[in-house]
């Protein structure tokens, strides 16, 4: 790895996106950092038009940002709101990638997905995967958004020298995850569903598919601490995965939040629903060897979700 170790104290962080999954992880993260965190809510800043984004990144100079703002969603929003998938995606990356490089940002954190990489990469998924085959495409206009984010990154850094970097998330869970059933995340949709069955005392909990696709779920409070790992010491032009590197089925996702809720009917599949990619977990091999690996356990990760879900039922995202 380049030489380049970078102590956020004193430092001012503009954390984009705060109010999502990633963002709330981090203002959770960051204070331990002895950094000033400088967010902006939608109303004040929307980040798919330019000029406002680059005043306001002129108004405040961050020293660093971290890009964890992106329209987002589960499989069914992926594959029928394409445009804006795409559209906001690519409007929010370029307008803070391009006004950070104009502001003199000292390090830009741009975070990206593992949806990234081919239907068919070898799993686990290898860094170098990347564009070497033809996407998943329930959700191939979030990926190529994605994708030009990682090459804006090297690009700038090739060009003018920027040290902006890329991290690839696998599937994440956790507090202020967006709990809706049909737009959600299959993680958050599951936690929502289960809690919902169980108060309803249903007779069976319905789940989407056949079961048997294949997932990685990362707390989303080891990725803010992988984020704060990388940017304190990742300074490459090549993206980078974060991830746990073990992945579990649809079906025993299901299994492990029916127990942990204590829910007692069946689980049926509506096949009617998409699989999507039949399999999806990241090799992470080259940030284990940088020294940061994941450190909560699914049970351990999902108990905690679950509760929070229960704590927050009255004002989770949904
Ligand atoms: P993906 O990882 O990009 O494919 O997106 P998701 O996080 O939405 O995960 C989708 C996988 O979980 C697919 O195999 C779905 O069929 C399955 N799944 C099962 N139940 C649900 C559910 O209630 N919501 C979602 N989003 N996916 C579900």
């Known amino acids: 790895m380049a ?74 929003a992926n594959s029928t709101r394409p445009a804006e998938f795409i559209a906001d995606n690519l409007g929010i990356q370029q307008n803070i990638i391009h006004g950070a490089y104009q502001a003199g940002v000292r390090k ?8 990234i990489y081919p239907r068919e990469a070898p799993q ?10 033809p996407l998943e495409p329930t959700n191939e206009w979030y990926a190529i958004a994605k994708i030009a984010g990682i090459k804006m990154c090297q690009a ?20 202020d995850d967006n709990f809706d059933l049909i737009q959600g995340h299959v993680a958050a949709a599951m936690i929502a569903k289960v809690h919902r069955a169980k108060q309803e005392n249903a007779p069976e909990l319905v789940i989407w598919g056949t079961g048997t696709p294949r997932r990685e779920f990362l707390f989303a409070d080891d990725l803010a601490d992988g984020l704060v790992f990388l940017l304190k010491h990742y300074s490459e032009d090549g993206h980078i995965n974060v991830g746990t590197g073990i992945d ?12 942990i809720a204590g829910y007692e009917g069946r689980v049926v599949h509506d096949l009617s629903k998409p699989d999507g990619m ?4 990241m090799k992470v091999e080259r940030i284990n060897a940088l020294g940061w690996r ?4 699914l049970e351990t990760g999902f108990r905690r979700a679950y509760a929070w879900y229960c704590d927050n039922i009255e004002t989770v995202r949904r």
């Open 108 to 115: 830009l954190l741009f975070l990206g997905s593992s949806c």
């Open 248 to 259: 579990i089925s649809i079906r025993e996702l299901a299994d492990l939040v029916v127990r």
């Open 3 to 76: 030489a380049s170790e970078l102590s956020l104290e004193g430092l001012k962080v503009w954390v984009a996106g705060h109010r999502g999954t990633v963002g709330s992880a981090l203002l959770r993260r960051l204070p331990r950092e002895g950094c000033t965190i400088l967010t902006a809510t939608r109303a004040e800043l929307d980040l798919r038009r330019q000029e406002p984004v680059e005043r306001w990144l002129d108004a405040h100079r961050p020293d660093v940002v971290i890009l964890a703002a992106a329209t987002v969603g589960g499989i069914h």
């Open 294 to 297: 994941a450190p909560t356990d």
């Open 278 to 281: 039949p399999r999806k977990v």
């Open 156 to 175: 700038y850094r090739r060009q003018y020298g920027c040290d902006f970097i890329a991290a690839m998330p696998t599937n994440l869970y956790g507090p």
């Open 124 to 133: 686990p998924m290898a860094e170098d995967s990347l564009l070497t085959g």
